[in-house]
């Protein structure tokens, strides 16, 4: 292996530290934090949900608390084990922990009525920007450290 000189040493820590700089200040979403319990309170009548969209961040832990206004209806969640049913004056709670991204359909699960089919929602599942960051900038640093030892012996 040829000897690296000073400088491509330095132009390695170099790199290193502004890619690790980047990865912080890049303009991504700033509405990310660390993952969070949330409680959604969801109401179902037919032939619909309110809200409809569900937005949370990976890692969440969700509490959906389910009410039906007029009839037996159910909140299957696609991709994930969640499938509760309510009754008018009988809620249901499930609480799930949102590991997988995307966006997944949410579905009556009881069939309520003619338009049963389209009584959809959306779960949608961001990703963590806050704690993806941190970890590119961990896996860029060590990386640089690694490049900058190696090349000294
Ligand atoms: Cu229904």
Not at 13 to 39: D, E, M, N, Y
Not at 70 to 92: C, F, M, R, T
Not at 115 to 123: T, V
Request: charged fraction near 15%; include cysteine.
């Amino acid at each position: 292996m040829s000897r690296p000189n000073r400088q491509l040493r330095f132009a390695i820590v170099a790199v290193s530290a502004v890619l690790t700089l980047a990865a912080f200040v890049a303009p991504l979403p700033a509405v990310a934090s660390a993952p969070q319990a949330r409680r959604i309170e969801i109401s179902a009548r037919q032939f619909a949900y309110e809200p409809a969209t569900l937005n949370v961040q990976r890692g969440d832990t969700i509490t959906v608390h389910l009410e039906s206004l007029d009839a037996a209806h159910g909140l299957a969640v696609d991709g994930y084990a969640v499938n509760i049913q309510a009754e008018p004056g009988k809620s249901a709670d499930v609480t799930f922990v949102a590991d997988k991204e995307g966006k997944f359909k949410f579905r009556c699960s009881i069939a309520c009525g003619t338009l049963h089919p389209f009584m959809i929602g959306e779960l949608d599942v961001t990703p963590n920007y806050p704690f993806a960051r941190a970890i590119i900038a961990t896996l860029i640093t060590a990386i640089g450290a690694v490049i900058y030892f190696w090349n000294r012996t």
